[in-house]
T-cell receptor, first 115, second 112 residues
Framework: DGGITQSPKYLFRKEGQNVTLSCEQN?????MYWYRQDPGQGLRLIYY???????QKGDIAEGYSVSREKKESFPLTVTSAQKNPTAFYLC??????????????FGPGTRLTVT | GNSVTQMEGPVTLSEEAFLTINCTYT??????LFWYVQYPGEGLQLLLK?????DKGSNKGFEATYRKETTSFHLEKGSVQVSDSAVYFC???????????FGQGTRLTINP
């Protein structure tokens, strides 16, 4: 079955450590996205990538970094510079091209807790 | 810029009640409109979509009609179930843009 996988589901880290969240998709989508969701809040876009080896900052990119070396993979690194990293992180992908409506398909999320 | 405004929650209903969750948008051009649902501890699932004026998206008993004249995309269901308890997000994507703009979400609780 095609879909998006995020691992792990729960992640715990000590303050000051970098941590990388995994996102893999087998939907053959060109575009991938990372969002942050805080309790009771909506989604905020961190980074997105429309094609391999290219990515753009979203609304809250500070303290985060990404890479897009393969079409299937879009890992997110939460660095020690991110002041409040505890949150629920969602990865999504989207088909692109003329005539597309750009609906996004989401993974199950990773809940990161930093203490 | 583009924006989406949803009715504030939480919304609490009894089973079999009629549901409306309001969504209005501001956008240049002719956006595509979406409703997503998020169950506790999970990612978002695409519930339905509409791509042009007067289109009606529908899925699992939920419906929403793209109203260009009122810039609205209200979500409705005739008879809700306990299993519909979730957070619902309205979103738009402007043509040619590869990003979605989300509303703040509306938490729905259905009591038996």
């Amino acid at each position: 079955d095609g879909g998006i996988t995020q691992s792990p589901k729960y992640l715990f880290r000590k303050e000051g450590q970098n941590v990388t969240l995994s996102c893999e998709q087998n939907l053959n989508h060109d575009a991938m996205y990372w969002y942050r969701q805080d309790p009771g809040q909506g989604l905020r876009l961190i980074y997105y990538s429309q094609i391999v080896n290219d990515f753009q900052k979203g609304d809250i990119a500070e303290g985060y970094s990404v890479s897009r070396e393969k079409k299937e993979s879009f890992p997110l690194t939460v660095t020690s510079a991110q002041k409040n990293p505890t949150a629920f992180y969602l990865c999504a992908s989207s088909p692109t091209g003329q005539g597309r409506t750009y609906e996004q398909y989401f993974g199950p999320g990773t809940r990161l807790t930093v203490t | 810029g583009n924006s989406v405004t949803q009715m504030e929650g939480p919304v609490t209903l009894s089973e079999e009640a009629f549901l409306t969750i309001n969504c209005t948008y501001t956008a240049t051009g002719y956006p595509s409109l979406f409703w997503y649902v998020q169950y506790p501890g999970e990612g978002l699932q695409l519930l339905l979509k509409a791509t042009k004026a007067d289109d009606k998206g529908s899925n699992k008993g939920f419906e929403a009609t793209y109203r260009k004249e009122t810039t609205s995309f209200h979500l409705e269901k005739g008879s809700v179930q306990v299993s519909d308890s979730a957070v619902y997000f309205c979103a738009l994507s402007e043509r040619g843009a590869q990003k979605l703009v989300f509303g703040q979400g509306t938490r729905l609780t259905i009591n038996p």
